[in-house]
C-alpha cells in the first residue's frame, strides 16, 4: 500500500526533477530554484531556495555520500552546491552553452555526467571541476542517462529514440534503437541479476519514452564479450508518454510517471503493478524511491511534489535489507551496508560510510582503530555502539545456513507452520494468507491460483524439527 503523506508546494512553476540522499530530498524546477527539504519532518532547510541559474532548472542529483548536489539547466549550465549550507562550489559550463537537460554523478563521485539539447555528452571531474571527456550522441537531444553500479560504463537515451552505452573513456560501446518517438528517461538497478544459463551477472535497465511504454533491458559487460544489451519485456499501463522511470534500491520495484497524470509502481520480477497513485492534476515529470526509507517522491507540472509511505509488509519495499538473508555479507555493496546500517539504528553514518567506499568486505574489516583513524569517529559510544553491531553480524556468518527448501519463499525466513498452496509449493502459513488476501496468483509462478486452499505439509514440519534437534546438539 502506498499512503500520501505530505505535499511540498513551494515551487512557483512546473517541477522537473526530484531526488533524494540519505537525510534530503532536493525538488527542481521551471521557476529557477533547486529546494532542499529535510526527510525527518519534510521542513525546508534554512538556505532553500538555492538560486544562481537564470533559467529553468531540468535536473538536480545528491553525490553518493549526499555532501555534493548537482543541478543543471536552460542557462546551458551544470552547478555544485555543498549540501551543509548551500555554498555555489563551481559553476560548469557547456561546451557550445547548450541548455542542459539531465545530470548525474558517477557511483564514486570521480565524475559529474551532464547531457544537453545539442546531444553533448560531458564528464566534469569533481575535484578539479574541469572537463575529463566529451562526446556526441548522433541526432536529438540528450534526455536521460545513468551510470552502471560499478562505475565502468554509463547509458545515454535521446530524443531521436536511441539508448547509447559508452565506457568512462567516453568510447561509444553500443547503440540501440528503443523507443521510436524518443527516450525521456533511463535507469539502471544497483542490483544485477544473475543469469544461470550462461553464468553471467547482468545490470537491469529501465527505459521509458514518448511512446507510452516502460521496457526492461539486461545490460551484460564483459571484456571477452564487449557489451551485450538484452530486451526482456515492455511494461504496459500508461495511456500516454512516460517522462520518468527509477527503479528502487533494491530493485525489486520500478516506478513511471506519465503525462496521463498517473504514477505506476511495478514488480520488477513480474512486471504486475503493485499500485497506481493519480493524485497528480497535470503530468508527472519526476519520480524517485528513497535509497534507505520506504519513500517515494513524485512531481508533477501542477507544481506540487508528493510524498508517499510504502507498505514494508508488500514484497519489494526499498531500503529494507532483504539481501542479508540473499547476499552473502562479504558480497554485499555500498547500498546494502546503508541499508544495514539504518535497520540498526545507525542512520547518521550513512553519509560517512559511503564517503569512505565502506562495502560488506570493509564493513567485516573494521576494527575500533579504523572508526577512530580513518572514519574519524570521536566518540567512544559511538565506535562501541558501531563495533557491537559489526561483531553482531559476524556472529550470524559462523551460524549454519538453513537448508532452502526449509524457507518460506516469500519470507525467506524459517517456516513454522509450513502449508501446501495448489500451485504445488510451501509456505509459511501467516505469510501466504496475507499473500493471498490481495492476489489469487501465485507467488512463485504468478499464475493464477485455482483455489485458495491451503493444506498443512506435516511431513516437511517435522523434517524442519528433526533438523532443528540436530542444531541443538
Known amino acids: 500500500m502506498a499512503t500520501l503523506i505530505h505535499t511540498l508546494s513551494d515551487h512557483s512553476d512546473d517541477v522537473n526533477y526530484c531526488a533524494f540522499s540519505s537525510s534530503c530530498l532536493a525538488t527542481c524546477s521551471l521557476d529557477k530554484t533547486i529546494r532542499v527539504y529535510s526527510l525527518s519532518n519534510f521542513a525546508e532547510l534554512p538556505y532553500s531556495p538555492l538560486e544562481g541559474h537564470t533559467y529553468a532548472v531540468h535536473c538536480c542529483c545528491f553525490s553518493p555520500s549526499g555532501l555534493v548536489l548537482a543541478s543543471c539547466s536552460t542557462d546551458g549550465t551544470s552547478a555544485l552546491w555543498d549540501t551543509r ?5 563551481a559553476v560548469l559550463q557547456q561546451p557550445g552553452a547548450s541548455p542542459v537537460r539531465v545530470c548525474r554523478f558517477s557511483p564514486q563521485a570521480t565524475y559529474l555526467l551532464a547531457g544537453a539539447a545539442d546531444g553533448s555528452v560531458v564528464l566534469w571531474n569533481v575535484q578539479s571541476m574541469k572537463l575529463y571527456r566529451s562526446g556526441k550522441v548522433k541526432g536529438g537531444s540528450l534526455m536521460a542517462c545513468a551510470f552502471s553500479p560499478n562505475g565502468n ?13 559508452w565506457d568512462d573513456k ?4 553500443y547503440n540501440e534503437k528503443a523507443h521510436d518517438l524518443g527516450v525521456t528517461c533511463c535507469d539502471i538497478s544497483s542490483h544485477p541479476v544473475s543469469d544461470s544459463e550462461n553464468g553471467f551477472k547482468y545490470f537491469q535497465m529501465a527505459s521509458c519514452g ?17 557489451v551485450q544489451l538484452k530486451y526482456k519485456c515492455t511494461l504496459d499501463g500508461h495511456s500516454a508518454p512516460v517522462l520518468a522511470c527509477a527503479f528502487s534500491c533494491d530493485g525489486q520495484m520500478i516506478v513511471s510517471g506519465s503525462v496521463d497524470k498517473c504514477v505506476i509502481i511495478y514488480e520488477t520480477s513480474t512486471g504486475n503493478t503493485l499500485h497506481t497513485l493519480s493524485q497528480h492534476t497535470r503530468y508527472v515529470t519526476t519520480c524517485a524511491f528513497a535509497p534507505h526509507s ?17 507498505d514494508l509488509k508488500q514484497p519489494c519495499a526499498g531500503g529494507t535489507v532483504e539481501n542479508e538473508s540473499k547476499v552473502a555479507i562479504e558480497d554485499w555493496s555500498e547500498d546494502d551496508v546503508s541499508a544495514w546500517l539504518c535497520a540498526q539504528d545507525l542512520t547518521d553514518f550513512v553519509g560517512l560510510f559511503k564517503m569512505n567506499n565502506i562495502d560488506g568486505k570493509e564493513l567485516l574489516n573494521l576494527t575500533k582503530e579504523s572508526l577512530a583513524n580513518e572514519l574519524k569517529i570521536e566518540s567512544l559510544g559511538l565506535r562501541s555502539k558501531v563495533l557491537q553491531k559489526i561483531e553482531e553480524l559476524r556472529m550470524t556468518m559462523t551460524s549454519v ?4 527448501e526449509f524457507l518460506c519463499p516469500i519470507t525467506r525466513e524459517l517456516m513454522k507452520d509450513p502449508v501446501i498452496a495448489t500451485d504445488g509449493y510451501s509456505y509459511e502459513r501467516e505469510a501466504m494468507e496475507n499473500w493471498i488476501s490481495n492476489r489469487r496468483s501465485s507467488p512463485m509462478t504468478n499464475l493464477p491460483l485455482h483455489s485458495l486452499m491451503l493444506t498443512p505439509n506435516r511431513t516437511l514440519k517435522m523434517a524442519i524439527s ?4 540436530t542444531q541443538q546438539k
Open 466 to 469: 528433526r533438523w532443528l534437534e
Open 153 to 165: 560504463i554509463f547509458v545515454t537515451g535521446s530524443s531521436s529514440g536511441d539508448l547509447t552505452i
Open 170 to 173: 567516453m568510447r561509444c560501446l
Open 210 to 226: 514518448q511512446d507510452n511504454h516502460i521496457k526492461l533491458w539486461l545490460i551484460l559487460f564483459a571484456d571477452f564479450l564487449g
Open 401 to 404: 545456513s538453513v537448508p532452502d
Open 85 to 89: 549550507d548551500g555554498r555555489r562550489l
Open 294 to 310: 520506504p519513500l517515494l517522491a513524485t512531481g508533477s507540472m501542477d507544481k506540487t511534489v508528493h510524498i508517499w509511505q510504502l
